[in-house]
């Protein structure tokens, strides 16, 4: 196909498009730093480097022998503070009613309590927010965790979905749309890879004078990066 090359650097126009040439880094779709939202000591670490996780997954746990107890102690004063309430709903009319209100008192706040120590209780297990792979940990059986000072221990990221951040002169922001194909290569690798622009940042960056967009991919390793060139209907 004849091509004319226009004097602007990265843009070449042939007879149905535009060709926008790009730099990129590959990110995963899903990235997190997990942290211990209570204090103690480490008893119990599950993952490592590279493992493979399923979300709601166990990853390490605090000695947590005293918040069980006061969860055990939590579910003993409801169930007593029920059956004391429900014999007083029984013989409600006979009774006066600020002192039937003491025991519905008694009873919501047997529930709240609960609560609360469940709350407590399932704080000293740090899951995985969604399935992944651990690519940092920092934490040892003996550890010792304080959750007024949040100390990220594993971070994780999606096995397989990756986002290509593309970087283009800010020249072309009318031209790049939603959908438009990017044909790619990573450094070091030969093989052309073809996707889709999924998604566009609506801004510039001041300092570079560059736009960013976004490419879905599977499988790349974090961290690489690349270049290729934005298609474009024209």
């Known amino acids: 196909m004849n091509k004319i090359v226009l004097g602007i650097v990265g843009l070449v126009f042939s007879l ?17 730093s997990l942290a211990f939202d209570a204090s103690g000591v480490v008893n119990v670490v599950n993952a490592d480097i590279a493992d493979e996780v399923k979300k709601g997954e166990v990853l390490a746990s605090l000695e947590n022998s005293d918040k069980k107890a006061n969860l055990e102690s939590a579910k003993t004063t409801l169930k007593y503070a029920q059956k004391e309430y429900e014999r007083q709903v029984a013989v409600k009319k006979l009774i006066d009613e600020s002192k039937f209100d003491s025991y519905a008192l008694k009873y919501e706040n047997s529930k709240n309590q609960l609560l ?34 949040l100390k990220t221990v594993y971070k994780i990221q999606s096995k397989h979905d990756r986002e290509l951040v593309l970087e283009f002169d800010q020249k072309y922001y009318k031209d790049v749309k ?14 052309i890879y073809t996707g889709n622009i999924s998604k566009i940042y609506p801004l510039a960056n001041a300092n570079n004078r560059k736009m960013q967009a976004e490419v879905k991919a599977k ?15 024209k």
């Open 116 to 149: 609360f120590q469940e709350s407590m209780y399932k704080k000293t297990f740090l899951k995985a927010p969604f399935d992944g792979v651990i690519f940092f940990k920092q934490i040892e059986v003996g550890d010792t965790v304080s959750g007024m000072m």
């Open 16 to 32: 149905n498009a535009a060709e926008i040439y790009a730099t990129f880094n590959v990110q995963a779709s899903k990235s997190a």
């Open 178 to 191: 939603v959908g438009d194909k990017f044909k790619y290569k990573l450094d070091g690798d030969d093989k």
């Open 219 to 233: 499988d790349l390793v974090v961290g690489l990066f690349g270049d290729g060139t934005i298609i474009t209907s």
